[in-house]
């Protein structure tokens, strides 16, 4: 067994809501910004989807 890892260690890619942020650096904080806007983006959009799915069934059972 190898005193040391051969292969460098890896960040936890994850972010936890509430985590101590002192640990990690610029741009892992820069990183898990982009990655946490991307998944905004893919939450908004799936309102907006949901939105308008059901706004097209709401018109299709609209009481005449």
């Given amino acids: ?9 890896r960040t936890n890619r ?6 101590d942020l002192s ?4 741009a892992d904080l820069q990183e898990r910004i982009a990655i946490l806007k991307a ?3 893919r939450l ?5 989807s949901k ?3 059901k ?3 709401e018109s299709l059972f609209k009481p005449r």
């Fill in 1 to 9: 067994m190898a005193v040391f890892d051969e292969e460098p260690r």
């Fill in 14 to 19: 994850q972010h936890e809501i509430g985590q």
């Fill in 23 to 26: 640990l990690l650096s610029v």
């Fill in 39 to 41: 998944e905004a983006g």
């Fill in 44 to 48: 908004e959009a799936e309102i907006a």
């Fill in 51 to 53: 939105t308008s799915s």
């Fill in 55 to 57: 706004s097209v069934a």
